[in-house]
């Protein structure tokens, strides 16, 4: 069973751009979330989306956005890139069900440095 | 808020110590409790979990068991391994939260042959 997939793994910007990242869920995972990770703040949520509609949505600025598709791939997007948006952002999926709210499983993250 | 507190690190062990890797947490409700890890390049892997007073999460040697008198969830194995080398984080979600986990700090284990 393929795990969730990241694309980019890597990729450098310059500041002011934006930039797209993918995730494609494990088959049969209908909701889809982000998390930032630095060294500095550690782990942070972004969003999340099943249904393609966003449910839930951490304490980051608008530059932040996400969408997820009727096959429940998932892009985000940062516009305008900062400096301090060099981060691994982190794609996770779960199996919609009353009792593994939380279980998460990871793909191996998209690096995003920013000049 | 919710939030996740872990012992400082890194925390270094010769191969056949034990660990202990202390987590407590804050909550508002009633939340669910886990420990992931982090291997080398890679994403978070779920370890364990547990989702009420006095279960006990266990996985691969590793064991937690939550502790709501203390809001404790300290993780635990009895002898590791070089290969348990890795960063571990402890992590809550709430009842109604969905994905939205929070994370602590993350503790770097090194086990040492």
């Known amino acids: 069973k393929a795990g969730v997939t990241q694309t980019p793994r890597y990729l450098i910007k310059t500041r002011g751009q934006q930039v797209t990242l993918s995730c494609s869920p494990i088959s049969g995972h209908r909701s889809v979330s982000w998390y930032q990770q630095t060294p500095g703040q550690g782990l942070q949520f972004l969003f999340e989306?099943?249904?393609?509609?966003?449910?839930n949505k951490g304490n980051f600025p608008g530059r932040f956005s996400g969408r997820q598709f009727s096959n429940s791939r998932s892009e985000m997007n940062v516009s305008t890139l900062e400096l301090g948006d060099s981060a691994l952002y982190l794609c996770?999926?779960?199996?919609?069900?009353?009792?593994?709210?939380?279980?998460?499983?990871f793909g191996e993250g998209s690096r995003l440095t920013v000049l | 808020g919710d939030s996740v507190t872990q012992m400082e690190g890194p925390v270094t062990l010769s191969e056949e110590a034990f660990l202990t890797i202390n987590c407590t947490y804050t909550?508002?409700?009633?939340?669910?409790l886990f420990w992931y890890v982090q291997y080398p390049g890679e994403g978070l892997q779920l370890l364990l979990k547990?989702?009420?007073?006095?279960d006990k999460g266990s996985n691969k040697g590793f064991e937690a068991t939550y502790r709501k008198e203390t809001t404790s969830f300290h993780l635990e194995k009895g002898s590791v391994q070089v290969s348990d080398s890795a960063v571990y984080f402890c992590a809550l979600s709430e009842e109604t939260s969905g994905s939205r986990l929070t994370f602590g700090e993350g503790t770097q284990l090194t086990v040492n042959p």
């Open positions: 996770a999926s779960r199996k919609l069900t009353s009792t593994n709210t939380g279980e998460l499983f």
């Open positions: 909550a508002t409700g009633y939340p669910s």
């Open positions: 989306y099943f249904s393609e509609t966003q449910r």
């Open positions: 547990a989702t009420k007073a006095d």
